[in-house]
């Protein structure tokens, strides 16, 4: 039996992390663009309903993933497996579609929004 047998695994992630300040966007640029491994990425910052400021992670690999490989590349975030389509997160993201009762807890700070793919950023 594998150690980790029952690990979840998924081609697709969401990541919600927590930032100081809209600066610190570029650090995670550097980070997402030195991953080779992703297919399409995009992401977009928040502020919550408290005033505090979120960056939303979308990412689907070449390959499946387990979490722990997730968690490895980014340790302090929130990571949860997507199970819809690229389109259906870009909504989720900005808050449009069938996700736009989401905009009364909290903003979307639209300007913040890109996209990404093959470690291209």
Request: glycine content about 4%; charged content about 20%; proline content about 1%.
């Amino acid at each position: 039996m594998k150690k980790y047998q029952n690990e979840i695994h998924s081609r697709q992630w969401h990541l919600v992390m927590r930032i100081d300040s809209l600066e610190n966007i570029k650090s995670v640029e550097k980070e997402l663009s030195s991953l080779m491994c992703v297919q399409y990425g995009c992401y977009c910052a928040h502020v919550g309903a408290l005033g505090a400021l979120y960056l939303h992670i979308f990412i689907r690999f070449h390959k499946t993933v387990g979490f722990r490989f997730v968690k490895k590349l980014f340790p302090s975030v929130h990571i949860s497996r997507w199970s819809g389509s690229m389109a259906d997160f870009k909504d989720y993201c900005m808050f449009t579609g069938r996700y736009s009762y989401n905009t009364t807890s909290c903003k979307v700070l639209y300007d913040t929004f890109k996209e990404f793919s093959c470690s291209r950023l």
